[in-house]
């Protein structure tokens, strides 16, 4: 979701600015711990290019699917795909997590969305079922605001993942706005670079958090 729209959500001033109030809200909101919320939202926010990007862009070209996607593409393959979002998703999401064949169109149907990327008619369903939601019937609602963020904090995620924001210093919730977005710089430090794509990912984190 764009930031002002989650701050509205909240109750909050809309200014788009991402600040301690805005924070302590949030995790009020979706009944984070203080780490657990810093985490979260510093990576949902890298993930979504600042809560703008809400479904996977496919548009690649042809030395992109290469690089990216070399292997569903033998020979010179990926020239007839360029460019072609749709084409492509069902090519190299087909016959995996639970889509169907590349025919079916399940790979586009179900591709990336929400902030943090649900892919694949298995996760779709999984976190519909958690949510309450008909996912595979409504599948453009992850590309909503409400939908890409109540997805990035479904229950369903896997464990695997969710460690990428487990607490790793405390920080208590009765501590002062900035005693509390201290505690919550210290965590995002604290996380493994192996856990991160780069070091921009790292910066983009830590001006969130």
């Known amino acids: 979701m764009s930031l002002k729209s989650l701050q509205t959500k909240l109750g909050l001033t809309a200014d788009g600015a991402f600040g301690p ?4 809200a949030a995790m009020t909101h979706y009944k984070f711990t203080p780490e657990r919320a810093a985490h979260f939202f510093a990576q949902t926010s890298h ?3 600042g809560f703008t990007i809400f479904t996977e862009n496919l548009n690649y070209s042809a030395q992109g699917l290469q690089n990216i996607f070399g292997k569903y ?7 007839s795909y360029a460019r072609q979002p749709e084409k492509i998703a069902n ?3 087909a016959s995996r997590m639970g889509n169907g064949d590349e025919h079916s169109g399940d790979g586009f149907r179900f591709r990336g969305r929400g902030l943090i990327q649900l892919t694949g008619k298995n996760n779709y369903t999984a976190c519909g079922d958690a949510l309450g939601k008909d996912l595979v019937t409504d599948s453009d ?3 909503t605001p409400e939908g890409a963020a109540r997805s990035a904090a479904c229950p369903c995620r896997s464990r695997r993942a969710s460690r990428r924001w487990l607490p790793v210093v405390h920080a208590d919730d009765s501590q002062s706005g900035q005693a509390w977005w201290g505690a919550a710089h210290r ?3 604290a996380v493994p ?3 991160l794509d780069s070091g921009e990912a790292h910066r983009e984190r830590r001006g969130v958090c």
């Open 193 to 195: 670079a192996a856990v």
């Open 47 to 49: 993930e979504s290019g």
């Open 73 to 79: 593409f033998p020979g010179t393959l990926e020239e």
């Open 187 to 189: 965590s995002c430090d």
């Open 141 to 143: 609602y992850l590309a």
């Open 21 to 24: 109030g805005t924070m302590k």
């Open 91 to 93: 090519r190299v999401y």
